[in-house]
């Protein structure tokens, strides 16, 4: 099974920080990966799709990179609607797994 | 529109049996294949199974803790995704989506307690 390494577990910063998380894979697997958001007591929405590419209607702020077994998720410059928790998704090969997430709070 | 609405969960004794359906509109539903994930409370996500589209063969996968407890299954005529769990335990206690890894309902809430 791949396991997703997720860092980190929170984080804090301030509206207008630029801010990394990182999922890694336990193996290869190639760029089968999405990046999540959600807010609490909500379903969780997709961001980043096959690594790197931006969902639709989602503000270019968000990107994503990487292939292989490390990905990272770039917010350029937080606003106050992005605090909420993140994950990262591997859907190379079953079972398909999360990254633990990134609880994301306002510093 | 498109809209994934779960139903079916609630308050169950451990070692009992609950039938999840998640009616799905808006899409091509017999095209998707449409996953499972759950929620614990204060917890994160965990995918629980998936089921593919009947034209790439509707092969079915789970996660390790749910095989053989877990049954995914669809009927495209009713546009409804699934998720029969037999043997319930109290970790299974979770909110419970469905999802096509884009497209998600609201989740529904399943307890498992004595």
């Known amino acids: 099974d791949i396991q997703m390494t997720q860092s980190p577990s929170s984080l804090s910063a301030s509206v207008g920080d630029r801010v990394t998380i990182t999922c890694r894979a336990s193996?290869?697997?190639?760029?089968?990966l999405g990046w999540y958001q959600q807010k609490p007591g909500k379903a969780p929405k997709r961001l980043i799709y096959a690594a790197s590419n931006l969902q639709s209607g989602v503000p270019s702020r968000f990107s994503g990179s990487g292939s292989g077994t490390e990905f990272t998720l770039t917010i350029s410059s937080l606003q106050p609607e992005d605090f909420a928790t993140y994950y990262c998704?591997?859907?190379?090969?079953?079972?398909?797994?999360f990254g633990q997430g990134t609880k994301l709070e306002i510093k | 529109e498109v809209q994934l609405v779960e139903s079916g969960g609630g308050l169950v004794k451990p070692g009992g049996s609950l039938r999840l359906s998640c009616a799905a509109s808006?899409?091509?539903?017999?095209?998707?294949?449409m996953s499972w994930v759950r929620q614990a409370p204060g917890k994160g996500l965990e995918w629980v199974g998936r089921i593919e589209r009947k034209t790439d063969g509707g092969t079915t996968d789970y996660a390790a803790h749910v095989k053989g407890r877990f049954t995914i299954s669809r009927d495209d005529s009713k546009n409804t995704l699934y998720l029969q769990m037999n043997s319930l335990k109290t970790e299974d206690t979770a909110v419970y989506y469905c999802?096509?890894?884009?497209?998600w309902g609201q989740g529904t809430l399943v307890t498992v307690s004595s």
């Open positions: 193996q290869g697997i190639r760029n089968d």
């Open positions: 999802t096509t890894l884009y497209y």
């Open positions: 808006g899409f091509t539903f017999s095209n998707a294949w």
């Open positions: 998704l591997q859907h190379n090969s079953y079972p398909y797994s």
